[in-house]
């Protein structure tokens, strides 16, 4: 398997720190306002690219930040007249609310700024101990002109970066370049002890502290979107290295944009369109696949004709496996589809292996679609043939989380009642192993059932 990492700036063979285990950290969301399709484009992408990573029998630890104390935070606090964390709590349960609904897998661990304050501390300890730090009237400070590494993944020179950095409100740092670890000062709601007084965490320490506490000081794969490449990530190479004296990262991996008329979709230039609207109008299957047929380091522009175009095709590939489903023959022999299908799984995988190729595989998969809707119209397969190549594709479009979703079973209080007193009865005999199958019966038909010591009374239709 084949990945782009960002910092050769090539496709370079995965090879994990550890056997076949995966650690993967994604910037996640700063929750000041609804996320917006461009943060689902990011998320999604790498939701793909977990699946897959999976289903080749990988062991995938993945962690996905939540920046609850930000400045853009703030301010929207101020502005709304509610407490920082206040505003980022709201904003943060209801994108992930979201991005379930758009069938994101959920983080192993998904750490919030707030929560991570020891972690982040320390940290910091650790990179003023090495040398690298140093303190100002109005925080600590990290000193860029000391690592020598610094600009390799922009691929930009210091003389570069100086000429384009922000000086932060601080005419005593010692160089333009050097960024914030720790802001001395009171801010209502957000506001820490540190050793060096009290204050906040600046904006890159958090992304460091939260991988290297939760899965160790060299992670294989880090994602997030392309602009996080300078400074957010430059910043967490040079801070995580000094403290470490470790490479920090083996794989960078970068999203592209989600553009509007070749605009890069953001809040600050009001182009863009909230999940939450998004999802009123569209499927979130269809989202996927809008996604999914372009290459994720690849920029996507939004319309609405594109969107509907890939809602045409989520069909195309659905319909495949209900024909399959429906399907039944007396035709005996073999047709050859079984051996379409194993081909377009080989191909499929081929091309997920380099770099996650999503369009080509995407095709490979219309291709095995097309393939069977013609033979159940035309009768000319045997049925178990159909079937099983249905089942392939099925499970190839799992991996992308676009597979069809199938529809509980429908089930009467009648019925619910009687599984109810056959698993009490189960229970009461101690023959767990049947309670338990009731207990799965009863949850696919979306029914849930709350024990008590005297046997299950009450359920509840989810």
Known sequence: ??????????????????????????????????????????????????????????????????????????????????????????????????????????????????????????????IEKSGYAYKTESGVYFDVLKFKKYGLLSRQSLQQIKAGARVEVDEKKKNPQDFCLWKLGEEPGATFDSPWGRGRPGWHIECSAMSISRLGETIDIHGGARDLIFPHHENEIAQSEAATGKPFVRFWMHTGFLT????????????????????????????????ALSHYRSPID??????????????????????????????????????????????????????????????????????????????????????????????????????PEKKKPEISEKEIAQLIEKRNEARRKKDFALADKIREQLALAGVVLEDRKDGTTAWRRK
């Open 1 to 126: 398997m084949k990945v782009f990492n960002t910092l050769s700036g090539k496709l370079e063979q995965l090879a994990p720190h550890e056997n076949n285990k995966i650690r993967m950290y994604v910037c996640g969301i700063t929750p000041y306002d609804k996320s917006h399709l461009g943060h689902a484009r990011t998320i999604v992408a790498f939701d793909i690219i977990r699946r897959y990573l999976i289903f080749r029998g990988y062991s995938v630890t993945y962690v996905q930040n939540i920046t609850d104390i930000d400045d853009k935070i703030i301010k929207r606090a101020h502005e709304r007249h509610v407490l920082p964390l206040e505003l980022a709590k709201k904003y943060a349960e209801e994108s992930e609310k979201e991005f379930e609904a758009l069938g994101v897998m959920k983080p192993d661990a998904a750490p919030r700024v707030s929560e991570s304050m020891p972690q982040i501390i320390s940290l910091i300890k650790r």
């Open 260 to 291: 509007v008329n070749g605009e890069k979709m953001a809040k600050s230039l009001g182009n863009f369109i909230t999940i939450e609207e998004a999802l009123k109008k569209y499927s979130p299957q269809q989202i996927r696949l809008f996604f």
């Open 302 to 403: 939004f319309s609405e004709s594109a969107i509907s175009s890939a809602g045409n095709s989520l069909a195309t590939l659905h319909s495949a496996i209900h024909a399959a489903e429906a399907y039944s023959s007396n035709s005996k022999g073999k047709s050859g589809l079984l051996k379409e299908a194993e081909k377009a799984r080989q191909e499929f995988i081929s091309h997920m292996d380099n770099d996650f190729d999503t369009p080509r595989a995407m095709a490979v998969l219309f291709g095995l679609a097309k393939r069977i809707s013609a033979a159940c119209s035309e009768g000319s397969v045997p049925e178990g043939e159909a079937k099983e190549s249905a089942a392939t594709l099925e499970k190839l479009l799992a991996v992308c989380g676009l597979a």
